[in-house]
């Protein structure tokens, strides 16, 4: 099994949910006692938040750059970034270090297409529904992508910042969430994609219409499967 290098941290409490998973994910793989061969480089999230919303996207992006080279050094086979938003630098990351890097939006794609879905609803961060990063990537594979409206947005980046990286999970944010994902539904989503690693903390399948991606779950199961076919 080849070595995952995680860069964690954004939150930590996604981050410990990316640990949980890839470990749960190998002992199905390879059995009971089996556990992942992993690396964690695992960041002050205060720091990045404050850069993300001053805009500081170059600092970020040599940041990034220099956590995945660091892992590397330490041993690691391929770069996992545990989160949706900073994949905003992940074609400079991987231009940099000569180990693959695995793209959270290719674990969603993959999945959402397995559904033969073709158009989907986009939950994250203001930074990963507003800018293209990411929804190209969806739509590299022939997917169509909508987000919900301004205010709705606001909503969602606000519930993300303000109480889940807090690990604040209250019902009432729920139920806005459950009432976008309706709207976006009318709208002609026969999915959403969770594209942000702490959403699922809050939304799960039961509070939804149509089929939810986990982006969390299926980019950690995605890591799993690429270290052990390709060790």
Known sequence: MKTIGLIGGMSWESSLEYYRLVNEFTKEKLGKKHSAKCLMYSVDFAEIEKMQHEGKWELLKEKMINYAKNLKKGGAD???ICTNTMHK???DIENEIDIPLLHIADAAAHSIIEHDLEKVALLGT??????DFYKDRLKEHGIEVII???EEREIVHNTIYNE???GLILEKS????????NNLYA?????VVLGCTEIPL???NEDSPIPVFDTTNLHAKAAVEFAIENK
């Open 174 to 181: 729920k139920t806005k969430f459950k009432k976008i994902i």
């Open 202 to 204: 809050l939304v799960k």
């Open 187 to 191: 709208r002609g989503a026969e999915g």
């Open 89 to 91: 630098m992940a074609d």
């Open 148 to 150: 919900p409206w301004e």
């Open 164 to 166: 889940l990286i807090d």
């Open 78 to 80: 391929f770069i996992v």
């Open 126 to 131: 203001k930074f990963t529904m507003e800018r």
